[in-house]
T-cell receptor
């Protein structure tokens, strides 16, 4: 069965303290792994797509990487405005649906 | 930047009543989706829609649920006879092609009394 597990569930950082979020997955024939940011009361906001192992994508303080079993979202020198829940989703052979993880709730203190 | 819009933002309905949630996907997108998120839980897939028909549905999407694209812009989710456990945030999403990222609306919070 296709599954996505994210860790940690919650992460508290001081402003400027870099860290990484993990997304482990099992899926039949990965078509894509997607990272989203979700603010309270809002829909998921698209950040990155990764399609194959070894691929990396960057945007401002965020960098996403992908291996055959997991993806990492690295946050470098985070700011309070980076506080949100970060969701990982995978798409397998059946591209009609995404499987979401439970998310990592990031809180960055000034 | 084009976005997915959903209405209403909050819907309160009595148990057993019918409810219709509305979505306007991004205009040149071809694939449409509904997801739900119960408070504190993960985002769950409900249904995908392409070429005017359902392409995939989850076990959650039973006979009480239906989707429709009544015109060239709207995409709706109908729940025929709501239950307390239908209370959740419902998100609409669209994508240009099947393997492209899905873009989400801000959701409709459905509260069943």
């Amino acid at each position: 069965e296709d599954q996505v597990t994210q860790s940690p569930e919650a992460l508290r950082l001081q402003e400027g303290e870099s860290s990484s979020l993990n997304c482990s997955y099992t899926v039949s024939g990965l078509r894509g792994l997607f990272w989203y940011r979700q603010d309270p009361g809002k829909g998921p906001e698209f950040l990155f797509t990764l399609y194959s192992a070894g691929e990396e994508k960057e945007k401002e303080r965020l960098k996403a990487t992908l291996t055959k079993k997991e993806s990492f979202l690295h946050i470098t020198a985070p700011k309070p405005e980076d506080s949100a829940t970060y969701l990982c989703a995978v798409q397998g052979y059946n591209f009609n649906k995404f499987y979401f993880g439970s998310g990592t709730k990031l809180n960055v203190k000034p | 930047e084009p976005e997915v819009t959903q209405t209403p933002s909050h819907q309160v309905t009595q148990m057993g009543q019918e409810v219709i949630l509305r979505c306007v996907p991004i205009s040149n997108h071809l694939y449409f989706y509904w997801y739900r998120q119960i408070l504190g839980q993960k985002v769950e897939f409900l249904v995908s829609f392409y070429n005017n028909e359902i392409s995939e549905k989850s076990e959650i999407f039973d006979d009480q649920f239906s989707v429709e694209r009544p015109d060239g812009s709207n995409f709706t989710l109908k729940i025929r006879s709501t239950k307390l456990e239908d209370s959740a945030m419902y998100f609409c999403a669209s994508s240009g092609q099947g393997s492209q990222p899905q873009h989400f609306g801000d959701g409709t919070r459905l509260s069943i009394l």
